[in-house]
């Protein structure tokens, strides 16, 4: 009997008999593991558990946790979909069903429904989950494939042929009666899906083309359990209440306006709020020796072309002429660091160099995954990179992880995880440089005890990188701060220092952002909080109401102490009841709200409420009260 090579994950390999599944792969290492799986990873392609495997292969086993796992998982519900619609609606025509980010749609020509059909459409998918259908992957013909689907179905015939014109391997997947056309990958039956729920209808062009019919669209998503459904909605529902776009909105923080797509406004009290992230930045900098820059915004191709860019990420940048030669906004910052670092003859002495920039960036986003301030198309960065020697990588990671370690732990208090990703299929540059690369910063990790996953291919171009997950309180992930230490580009761009051996050497590049996108970490910070910004970062963190216009006078007085120190202060002297302004107080989300009247007037004191409701601290001298929000505000608590 053959056998064939499987490498798994933790970088072990093991013979198997020629054919095995990824199941079978699975039994052999654990049943607990084999009962998870949902699909697997086959030499980077995504393979069915009943799939066999005929020749040696790097493996991984997919399971709920695993992303892929997860679209398995709603690419298979999708087909329950299909299938369901194909008996209630015979006439329907289905067409693309992907998975999407928390569940997939399935879009249909020739149906005509309303949300009230869902009910009886999930009754019909439940059905279908009962019988617990065999789901078989075949490989066939463009020529069975008409047979299939050519009278009935012309959009599956032409998904087909241009799959086959461009040298894909076409596959069908069975279950009971119901047959589509599909590359995969597919739970082994339709009795594992064991919770779903149709969420919306949409229309949709074929192809996104408006020139083309317009489709009925069905969104859902599914689960391995109801308990695990349930929750879902609930997180959807606090995720609503949690909306970074409707919080701003509501908050008067940022705009967006359709004559510039995905680039935000930020208004006067969500300036105030980018502001003081960056002032918290600038702060670290003066502590850990960095420089600060200004740089342009625009750069010939010629910058590029030297950096690596206009062959590897030309498709994110927006181009332009100017001077009848091609120019780009700039995506980034590296390269014109570079041009920095190349201005003046540098010496081992002057390293390690840390040159760091808040320029705005502009990356050309597709208009379909801009998102509120998490996906934008101009922004601004916490960047900076760093200049250094080789010997120095180590000890420039570790101070960047503590960096990182500091803000993200004591400062904001956030949960995350660490990312530590490989060299992708499409880099440049030597090999082994590669390799020296990523165990330096996988050395700089264990140096400092922090755990870390390894994500093989997803590196960038240049090098790879260290990224850190920030977990919100509704347990979502933000990909936020990340180290990148690039051999590549330096080299390219002859970034080169004297070493004390008196030769020319090339520098290493470590490019860094704490933040990451300030808009994204904006965002998630709206969403972390709910609004409720702790004081040093509040827009407005003390208001004082007058209980009548006499005890204006004192109230402006407290308000000049306040500001002489940099309270962010406002008095509200408004012909208002009491209750209406305190309750208006509360709904802006400011941190204090003080009182003043007769007995306040008297007494040199203030009544202090803050923005919940049943929080009434009481009377407290004036003085007492600047000193105790001016120590608040500095500690950053």
């Keep these: 009997m053959s056998t064939i090579t499987i490498t798994l994950p933790d970088g072990s390999k093991k013979e198997y008999a020629k054919g095995s599944t990824p199941l079978q792969v699975a039994q052999s290492i654990g049943a607990r593991l084999a009962q998870a799986a949902l699909g697997a990873k086959v030499n980077g392609k995504i393979w069915d558990v009943m799939r066999p495997i005929n020749g040696d292969a790097s493996f991984q086993i997919l399971t709920w946790k695993d992303k892929e796992g997860q679209a398995i998982f709603h690419h298979s519900t999708a087909h329950v979909l299909a299938h369901a619609i194909s008996h209630l609606f015979p006439d329907a025509k ?66 087909a042929t241009e799959f086959k014109d461009a040298g894909y391997v076409l596959s069908i997947y069975r279950q009971g009666d119901f047959v589509d056309l599909c590359e995969g990958g597919h739970l082994p039956s339709t009795g594992l899906i064991k919770a779903f729920k149709l969420t919306k209808l949409a229309g ?29 909605f609930k997180i959807l529902e606090e995720a609503e209440k ?6 701003g909105q509501e908050l008067e923080l940022f705009m967006f306006h359709e004559w510039s797509p995905g680039s935000p406004f930020f208004l006067p009290k969500g300036t105030i709020i980018y502001n003081e992230l960056l002032s ?32 590897h990420y030309q498709e994110n940048m927006f ?44 990356r050309n986003e597709l208009k379909g995954v801009l998102g509120g301030l998490t996906r934008t198309r101009k922004f601004a960065q916490d960047d900076a990179h760093i200049f250094c020697a080789p010997e120095q990588i180590e000890q420039e ?41 990523e165990e330096a910063l996988a ?41 990148q230490l690039d051999f590549q580009m330096p080299l390219r761009m002859g970034a080169e220092f004297e070493g004390n051996d008196g030769k020319k050497h090339t520098a290493v590049m470590v490019h860094r952002a704490v933040f990451g996108s300030l808009e994204r970490f904006f965002a998630m910070l709206v969403e972390r909080y709910a609004g409720k910004f702790p004081l040093w970062l509040s827009p407005e963190q003390v208001r004082i109401l007058t209980i009548a216009d006499r005890f204006l006078p004192f ?83």
């Design 242 to 247: 949690r909306d970074h776009r409707k919080i």
């Design 443 to 483: 050395g700089a990790l264990k140096h400092v005890g922090m755990a870390y996953e390894v994500k093989p291919g997803e590196g960038a171009f240049y090098g790879p990188k260290i990224d850190f997950d920030v977990k919100d309180p509704l347990g979502r992930d933000w990909q936020c701060a990340t180290i």
């Design 397 to 437: 990671i570790v101070g960047v992880l503590d960096f990182v370690k500091q803000t993200y732990e004591k400062v904001f208090n956030v949960e995350y995880k660490v990312k530590l990703s490989t060299k992708p299929e499409k880099a440049m540059g030597d090999p082994q440089l590669w390799v020296h690369a």
């Design 319 to 362: 181009l332009m002429k100017v001077d009848n030669e091609e120019f780009s906004l700039k995506p980034m910052n590296c390269p014109s660091h570079v041009l920095i670092f190349k201005n003046q003859t540098r010496s081992y002495r002057d390293l390690p160099l840390r040159i760091a920039d808040f320029c705005f960036l502009h």
């Design 94 to 159: 289905p067409t693309i069903g992907p998975s999407i980010e928390g569940g997939f749609f399935y879009d249909f020509d020739d149906l005509k429904i309303t949300p009230e059909d869902f009910p009886k459409i999930e009754e019909e998918m439940k059905t279908i989950v009962a019988s617990n259908f065999p789901v078989v992957r075949e490989e066939t013909t463009l020529d069975n494939i008409n047979k299939l689907f050519g009278k009935k179905n012309p959009y599956k015939v032409e998904l």
């Design 280 to 311: 918290y930045i600038r702060s670290e900098y003066l502590k850990r020796g960095y420089q600060e820059v200004i740089t342009p915004q625009m750069f010939n191709k010629g910058l590029w072309e030297s950096s690596g860019h206009w062959s």
């Design 555 to 637: 109230a402006e007085k407290v308000c000049s102490k306040l500001r002489e120190k940099g309270v962010r202060v406002t008095v509200d002297s408004s012909n208002e009841t009491m209750n209406k302004k305190v309750r208006d107080a509360q709904l802006a989300q400011v941190n204090y709200i003080l009182v003043v009247g007769e007995k306040e007037l008297s007494s040199d004191t203030v009544t202090v409420r803050t923005r919940d409701k049943s929080e009434v601290e009481g009377v407290v001298k004036v003085d007492e009260f600047v000193a105790r929000v001016v120590k608040e505000i500095a500690e950053r608590k």
């Design 204 to 232: 949709a062009y074929w192809r996104g083309d408006q020139k083309n019919k317009q489709l009925t669209r069905i969104y859902a998503t599914s689960f391995p359990s109801q308990k695990e459904l349930d929750e879902h």
